[in-house]
């Protein structure tokens, strides 16, 4: 599964951005897809997971401000983040695994994208 993302860069607080990941390499069916971060000096943090039982789910911190949509068409999840604070600037990452371990696609994703700077100034 290839992953390449697109979008991201500096905003001011309030505002939004979306960041984009194109997905190829096997069939759609076969994997899910979210997004995690890293902000400077911190661990891995999921935004956009899914687990069994529960599915889309999104971190405390960005709940109500940031959604997961996908275009089946185009072979593209986004990630739209509204009413950015200077706290989620990070390094993003659009990440996949197996579907059959989607518990696992946030804590031990298989397939990263090459990350995008989101920068939120105060």
């Known amino acids: 599964v290839q992953l390449v993302q697109s979008g991201g860069g500096l905003v001011q607080a309030g505002g939004s951005l979306r960041l984009s990941c194109a997905h190829s390499g096997s069939t759609s069916d076969d994997y899910v897809i979210g997004w995690i971060r890293q902000a400077p000096g911190k661990e891995y943090e999921g935004v956009s997971c899914i687990s069994r039982g529960v599915g889309r789910h999104y971190a405390d911190s960005v709940k109500g401000r940031f959604s997961f949509s996908s275009d089946g068409a185009k072979n593209t999840v986004y990630l739209q983040m509204d009413n950015l604070k200077p706290e989620d600037t990070a390094l993003y990452y659009c990440?996949?695994?197996?579907?059959?371990?989607?518990?696992?696609?946030?804590?031990?994703?298989?397939?990263w994208g090459q990350g995008t700077q989101v920068t939120v100034s105060s």
């Open positions: 990440v996949a695994t197996g579907t059959e371990y989607r518990d696992y696609l946030c804590s031990h994703p298989d397939y």
